[in-house]
């Protein structure tokens, strides 16, 4: 029998749905998400009063029981999984569940993705760090999927993003987002870059990339309805940029 999926809808729990299949030869999909993300399924045909659903979600995590059999929530596994995880439906005829069972499943493929800095930046430079230079797979992550990026022991983001403009990417601007550090090159703690000077030409500084999801439109969303999924830094050495301020004098005749 043909399988289709109905569509992934709203955020990116996804509402994928699996049509009856006599073999368990293929899945209907493979679904690219984020670890710990939230995902939802509909059955098809889905019609409680003429089949029953049994489900299982794998490697994934069940969510709290769903109104409706023909229905299925799941968060992705909290790390990368070194096999495929997928959920599987089994669909029977209600009045004679041992006559007539359909199988099919879904996959899905959980990612964890970072930004990556150089190691060394002089105060002037002007990098552009994405959340995908790091990822063992190239996907668009759903609009439930934003960012917020942090600077050092910040608690509040220098950029945060939301299901409107994710800000999936941060281009720093080192001298207008820092601090130089003070006497014995100690640095400021939460006043964001710690930037070099003449004394301290090198100066250590991370930046930490947070992936959050909006739960507000699933059907079965999570409570808080924003959930962080993942966090990843990058450590690296800011550098007194000396242009300007090299001189040259005579010391002899």
């Known amino acids: 029998m043909n399988t289709k999926m ?3 809808v709203l955020l990116m729990m996804a509402l994928v749905s699996p049509s009856l299949a006599q073999t368990t030869a293929a899945c209907d999909g ?7 993300e939230h995902i939802e399924f509909e059955a098809d045909p889905a019609d409680e ?4 659903y049994l489900w299982d979600e794998g490697a994934a995590t069940q969510e709290s029981a769903t109104d ?3 229905d299925f929530a799941v968060d992705a596994p909290g790390t990368v999984q070194s096999t495929d995880v997928k959920v599987t439906l089994s669909v029977t005829d209600a009045p004679t569940p041992s006559e007539c069972a359909g199988d099919t499943c879904y996959t899905i493929d959980c990612h964890e993705c970072c930004f990556s800095a150089l190691d060394n930046y002089c105060t002037t430079d002007t990098p552009e760090w994405c959340w995908g230079d790091t990822c063992d797979a190239t996907f668009t992550p759903d609009s439930s999927i934003y960012f917020k990026w942090f600077i050092n022991t910040d ?27 003070g006497t014995g ?6 006043d964001g870059y710690d930037l070099p000077t003449k004394d301290c030409p090198v100066v250590s500084n991370t930046v930490r990339l947070e992936v959050w999801q909006d739960t507000t439109g699933a059907e079965y969303p999570h409570n808080p309805v924003y959930t962080k999924l993942d966090d990843c830094t990058d450590t690296f050495d800011l550098n007194w ?3 300007g301020n090299v001189a040259i004098s005579t010391t002899w005749p």
């Open 6 to 8: 109905v569509g992934l």
């Open 185 to 190: 090159c100690v640095a400021n703690a939460n």
């Open 155 to 181: 608690t509040t983001a220098i950029l945060e993003g939301d299901t409107s403009d994710p800000k999936g990417c941060y281009s720093p601007a080192f001298e207008t987002e820092g601090t130089v550090v």
């Open 241 to 243: 940029d000396p242009e």
């Open 49 to 52: 009063s003429q089949y029953t």
């Open 68 to 70: 409706d059999q023909d």
């Open 30 to 36: 493979t679904i690219d998400v984020f670890i710990n």
